[in-house]
């Protein structure tokens, strides 16, 4: 089953603009994932939040992370065209059984 | 540093074949991953080897699906017989160890028709 939703399921805006994608998640998390999937380079890791962070930056993305609402967000400022890809939260429960599970993604689209 | 190997990258079998699927790691990643990811969501973990151990595969149906890691490199993955629902992009991915960042070959699309 498929822990992490994304909303929106698609989202398009132009060059230069910021773009936020949200990360709704059920249960209890060690930590937070958000990846990025093209045709050019397939699925990357982008960040990771632990549950014990409220907020991280790399670049130009910023995720937020509320443990009590169960939500992330990702925003990706500046976006360029390249930037174009599908996003997927994927959350991870610790333990000796750590593993990852996704959502089913954000489509954005960056139009020049 | 070389990425995640994985072939072939493209497959189309008749239902009720056969079929495997093989992957290589990121050198010294003990932790492979077996992904399968259906058109239009998230990937959905299938199975997870530490070095040639089996850590889960609580979501593999076993009944058709096999996956081996000798040797704790290498790894396949194996249908047999393939279903119509078996079509996906099937993603390998390595991690240095439980918990580390994972990084995933280019994966293999496969179509069953």
């Known amino acids: 089953s498929q822990q992490g939703e994304e909303d929106p399921q698609a989202l398009s805006i132009q060059e230069g603009e910021n773009a936020t994608m949200n990360c709704s998640y059920k249960?209890?998390?060690?930590?937070l994932q958000w990846y990025r999937q093209n045709s050019g380079r397939g699925l990357v890791h982008l960040i990771l939040?632990?549950?014990?962070?409220r907020e991280k930056h790399s670049g130009r993305l910023r995720v937020t992370l509320d443990t009590s609402k169960k939500s992330s967000s990702l925003l990706i400022t500046a976006s360029r065209a390249a930037d174009t890809a599908s996003y997927f939260c994927?959350?991870?429960?610790?333990?000796?059984?750590?593993?990852?599970?996704f959502g089913k993604g954000t489509l954005l689209t960056v139009n020049p | 540093e070389a990425g995640v190997a994985q072939s072939p990258r493209y497959k189309i079998i008749e239902k009720r074949q056969s079929v495997a699927f093989w992957c290589n790691p990121i050198?010294?990643?003990?932790?492979l991953y077996w992904y399968q990811q259906i058109l239009g969501q998230g990937p959905k973990l299938l199975i997870q080897?530490?070095?040639?151990?089996?850590?889960?595969d609580s979501q593999l149906p076993k009944d058709r699906f096999s996956a081996e890691r000798l040797k704790g490199v290498d790894s396949t993955l194996k249908i047999q017989p393939a279903k119509l629902e078996d079509s996906a992009v099937y993603l390998c991915?390595?991690?240095?160890?439980?918990?580390?960042?994972?990084?995933f070959g280019p994966g293999t699309r496969l179509l069953v028709l």
């Open positions: 249960t209890s998390i060690n930590n």
């Open positions: 994927a959350t991870a429960r610790g333990g000796s059984n750590y593993k990852l599970t």
């Open positions: 080897f530490q070095n040639n151990g089996v850590v889960d």
């Open positions: 939040i632990r549950s014990n962070e």
């Open positions: 991915a390595s991690s240095l160890g439980l918990g580390e960042t994972q990084y």
């Open positions: 050198s010294g990643h003990a932790t």
